[in-house]
């Protein structure tokens, strides 16, 4: 088994790899359609080389025969701190438990920390139990959850966290005040990627039971717009971003 920097012409293995995973690890709590209409439309073609061409990416696959059997796609993000995230780590049903994912892990994780990252984090569906377990397993620890939608559907999200440094004291929910006086709290653990700089999400209070909306990591503003189809944009700068995705399968 080789791991190696994904390229174009691993696209249709990545979707396929991505379909087969997810299934498997989520067959009981998400329909077949949802799945499929999802890995159509963040695995085309346009949406991968877009991922594949970004300074701040580590999309590394792992090779077995000359077929690509799992991926990690990662990414450094600037919040408080520079975080590596792990938005997919997927490893074909037919290849777990060979430690594939472990590999996949490993490099991608040192990719990172040499870009600058001071943590590295990832999230998964509470109804993923084994990726939970993957994660602890890998000196990982939960750091919050969050609830996500998916098709119309809410489900509990768990968030993970490693600290290479040691250092697991980051501040992760500050207190703010928008420019017409109320209180939010912003939950830099909880950043979605635009075009400029991350959106971060904001809750009515501590301990984000009630979420509020997002401010923009480009201008620090609160005049954030969401639309009926998932996209994100700031009114006073134009930072935005596509339509969002939910967790990766860890395995």
């Not at 963040?42 to 701040?56: H, K, M, N, P, Q």
């Amino acid at each position: 088994m080789d791991l190696r920097d994904a390229t174009t012409e691993d696209i249709e293995d990545i979707r396929e790899t991505a379909r087969a995973s997810l299934s498997a690890s989520y067959g009981h709590a998400l329909s077949t359609d949802l799945i499929d209409g999802a890995v159509e439309s963040w695995y085309d073609a346009e949406t991968v080389a877009d991922a594949l061409d970004g300074e701040d990416a580590v999309f590394v696959v792992a090779v077995n025969d000359g077929e690509v059997v799992g991926f990690a796609q990662s990414r450094l993000v600037e919040r408080r701190e520079p975080v590596g995230e792990l938005d997919w780590l997927h490893v074909h049903p037919d290849h777990r438990g060979r430690g594939i994912g472990d590999d996949l892990l490993r490099r991608a994780e040192t990719e990172l920390l040499e870009l600058g990252a001071e943590r590295i984090e990832g999230r998964v569906l509470a109804a993923n139990e084994s990726g939970a377990e993957f994660y602890e397993r890998e000196g990982f620890v939960e750091i919050g959850d969050r609830t996500v939608e998916i098709g119309g559907e809410e489900f509990r999200e768990h968030v993970f966290a490693r600290f290479p440094s040691g250092d697991g004291d980051q501040v992760l929910t500050e207190a703010r005040v928008t420019d017409d006086g109320r209180q939010v709290y912003v939950a830099y653990d909880e950043a979605e990627r635009a075009s400029e700089a991350p959106f971060y999400a904001t809750y009515a209070d501590r301990e984000r039971t009630e979420r509020m909306g997002y401010v923009c990591g480009n201008c620090d503003g609160f005049a954030v717009n969401v639309d009926t189809m998932d996209r994100v944009q700031c009114s006073e700068c134009g930072n935005k971003r596509k339509a969002g995705r939910w967790d990766a399968a860890y395995l």
